[in-house]
């Protein structure tokens, strides 16, 4: 069997049922096309969720009193560790200068205060990768022990919410893929199904000729990655179109889709994706039939 | 060689075949004459395995077409060329790619394709409507250009149903005049018809068949 042989029967057929196959690639395009867009929003969802970690930080409160030596071995021991980004070390009076800063519209309240209440800090920022919630109570633990460390606050809440954000986007992510996928393969395997019945007639005799199952189930497969690689171009297409209506024309009503970013990569990867589920559908198909 | 030892087909408990026995040696050419309903069809079906026989063993070439696997089939089907009585032609095809479907089957490279092509429309005679489809031409033409994807690829075997069935008697003698060329290049032939005239003057062997039973073998 010649490959080429394949593809042009397989073309000859596109041909001839072009309406079922028209129809069959435009609703792959708009189920590639709402992966796409889904693609589009869980990635933005993704990138703000990225930069959350930044701003994350944990106060580790020092003893009082302790020598310029002791803190100084502290904050060295601290940058030492590889799960810290930086520290910064906030004396009492820092302290106190940012909360009469932070109260100025309420200063009554340190009214009477005769000497300073609060204790020398050390603010500490972790790399993104350790702002989760496991990491960031074992690191407090382990900052906790530290000696001249009295306590240590961080918001395991913030840890916690920060990693449930990132974990539902990529499970929403897969569970939008793979049910759309899934219909991807459905729309090609009705579609090649159909013309598998439609040509039941020249499928018998191309098999009293002597063809092998393989000669009769190639062009199917082809017709079905076809169907998927136009299916993903027209995605492709459709997804242009989405962008410049989001960043040219949409943005100017509403400023902030401008900071959107758009995942080319994705596009590219379209008409591939296209032709793997294009594939799988006809494949079902004609597994399914008795050759 | 063919060969058919003790062979019965039933439908639906009717006997269709009923221990027919028989060989026709390599390189031979037979008729199996009968009736409409006396089982010729059914006995040539029965040798390219659209039908598989109830009782018996049939063997082409010393090969026992039981023993096959089903992947194997096809490999079968490609040294058998079949004229069938309703011509079995692929409407949506032209005439040159009806003929040609049968070489794109076996692998044969395009080039081998185009000129085998060619040379068995030449053959049948319509070279001329080589990209006409089936349906505009006439039942003999068609019956021709069945024949002509049964001969391209060069059969061991050629078998026939009724092909002169549907052809004027001059083009029936032209016929079988190509069917005697190619049996003295060595192809085995077995034509099934009910033309007694077409047997008058060409016939080398005739079987009879008579409600699936074989009555009659007369080699002349």
């Known amino acids: ?291 | 060689m063919i060969a058919f030892e003790n062979v019965s087909k039933f439908y639906d408990h009717n006997t269709v075949l009923k221990n027919i026995t028989f060989t026709v040696q390599k390189g031979e050419m037979a008729f199996i004459t009968g009736p409409s309903g006396a089982g010729k069809s059914t006995l040539l079906k029965l040798m390219y395995m659209e039908e598989l026989p109830d009782e018996g063993n049939i063997s082409i070439e010393d090969i026992h077409l039981s023993s096959l696997k089903m992947s194997e089939i096809p490999l079968l089907r490609r040294n058998i060329g079949v004229v069938f009585q309703d011509f079995k032609l692929i409407n949506n095809l032209t005439v040159f790619d009806n003929v040609a479907l049968a070489l794109h089957i076996r692998g044969v490279s395009e080039r081998e394709v185009h000129s085998f092509s060619s040379e068995a429309l030449k053959k049948v005679g319509l070279r001329h409507v080589a990209d006409s489809y089936p349906k505009s031409l006439s039942g003999g033409e068609q019956q021709r250009v069945a024949i002509a994807r049964a001969i391209v690829g060069g059969p061991v075997v050629l078998l026939a149903d009724e092909p002169t069935g549907n052809l004027d008697p001059d083009t029936a003698l032209d016929i079988i005049t190509l069917f005697r060329e190619l049996n003295s290049q060595g192809t085995t032939i077995l034509i099934a018809t009910h033309n007694r005239e077409l047997l008058k003057n060409t016939v080398k062997r005739l079987l009879r068949l008579d409600s699936g039973t074989l009555t009659e073998e007369t080699v002349l």
């Open chain 1, 1 to 291: 069997m010649t490959m080429s042989y394949s593809f042009i029967s397989a073309f000859k057929s596109l041909g001839r049922e072009k309406w079922i196959n028209i129809l069959s690639t435009l609703t792959v395009a708009s189920s590639l096309l709402i992966i796409t867009l889904a693609v589009f929003f869980l990635y933005n969802i993704e990138l703000i969720a990225n930069h959350l970690p930044e701003r994350f930080s944990m106060m580790a409160y020092l003893e009082d009193p302790l020598s310029r030596e002791e803190t100084r071995n502290i904050i060295d021991s601290l940058k030492k560790r590889p799960e810290v980004a930086n520290v910064k070390y906030i004396s009492r009076d820092d302290a106190l200068i940012e909360l009469k800063h932070t109260l100025k519209d309420s200063r009554s309240l340190l009214e009477g205060l005769d000497e300073n209440p609060l204790t020398s800090s050390i603010e500490i920022k972790l790399r993104r990768e350790f702002v989760t919630p496991s990491s960031t109570s074992r690191i407090a633990e382990e900052i906790r022990k530290i000696p001249g460390i009295d306590t240590i606050y961080y918001g395991e809440r913030i840890a916690e919410a920060i990693h449930l954000l990132k974990q539902s986007v990529r499970n929403i992510s897969i569970i939008i893929f793979l049910t759309i996928s899934l219909g991807v393969v459905f729309v090609v395997y009705s579609t090649v199904k159909i013309l598998f019945y439609r040509k039941n007639e020249e499928i018998e005799i191309i098999k009293l000729l002597g063809a092998t199952s393989g000669f009769i189930r190639t062009p199917f497969l082809i017709e079905g990655g076809i169907i998927g690689l136009s299916g993903g171009i027209l995605g492709i297409v459709g997804a242009f179109v989405f962008y410049f209506a989001v960043t040219y024309r949409l943005s100017t009503v509403i400023p902030i889709l401008k900071t959107l970013v758009f995942p080319f990569e994705v596009l590219i990867a379209l008409p591939f994706v296209g032709i793997i589920l294009g594939v799988i559908g006809s494949a079902i198909a004609i597994g399914r039939i008795r050759l």
